[in-house]
């Protein structure tokens, strides 16, 4: 049966694998970016584009875009990772990263409850660089802080959400070859959309508020 799908941060990487793999079987998708791909472009998708998920007046015209959209399952997926170190840190940037992968995914998905079928889902993609107890290298100070505070955000979300039946997944993607790393990662996007379309699938409120690996480990927070 197919599902109609919100993804964030369509147009390449991670987000723009999960879109093809959801149009592929049939899902109805509306893929959210700032501007759309070619790739983007080629699939049968709805688009929407001019979206900035940390700018209020974007995320209102998500929502008007979206009226009328009843929505089985919404995908955080738009995030920014900036390499930093002790040694010069900038407070603006730190901030930057806050606002796109902590405060923007709760603020788009309190804008969108409403839309929510019985049964919907909301996916947060995170990082298991957002673990405090596996962090083993230091560094990265803004990424790690905006994923533990998104991690923090979806699991009082999982808990505010029992009462209407709406389960929240906290998903780590893997490392995935992706722009974001410079195609370091040691899975493809579509091996990763692969894995993250399996567990949001078999998602249930048993789950919700879980932190767990593509692979299906569980991660300590």
Not at 89 to 94: G, H, K, P, V
Request: proline share 2%; aromatic share 4%.
């Amino acid at each position: 049966m197919s599902k109609t799908v919100v993804i964030t941060g369509a147009n390449r990487g991670i987000g723009l694998a999960m879109t093809k793999l959801c149009a592929a079987r049939g899902d109805r998708v509306y893929a959210i970016c700032r501007q759309s791909s070619i790739a983007l472009d080629a699939l049968n998708v709805n688009v929407i584009t001019d979206i900035n998920i940390t700018e209020k007046p974007s995320v209102i015209a998500l929502k008007l875009a979206l009226t009328g959209i009843k929505i089985d399952l919404l995908i955080n997926n738009a995030g920014l990772l900036i390499s930093d170190q002790l040694a010069g840190l900038q407070s603006d940037l730190i901030r930057q990263q806050l606002e796109v992968n902590a405060i923007a995914p709760l603020m788009v998905t309190e804008a969108l409850l409403d839309n929510f079928s019985v049964g919907g889902k909301v996916a947060m993609i995170t990082s298991r660089m957002g673990s405090i107890a596996d962090n083993q290298s230091g560094g990265y100070y803004g990424y790690r802080m905006s994923k533990a505070a998104l991690n923090a955000g979806a699991k009082s979300m999982a808990i505010d959400l029992q009462a209407r039946k709406i389960a929240v997944g906290i998903f780590h993607p893997g490392f995935v070859q992706t722009d974001m790393v410079n195609h370091q990662g040691d899975i493809s996007a579509d091996e990763s959309a692969k894995r993250l379309m399996k567990l949001m699938d078999k998602l249930t409120m048993a789950e919700t508020g879980v932190f767990i690996h593509s692979n299906g480990e569980r991660l300590p927070w």
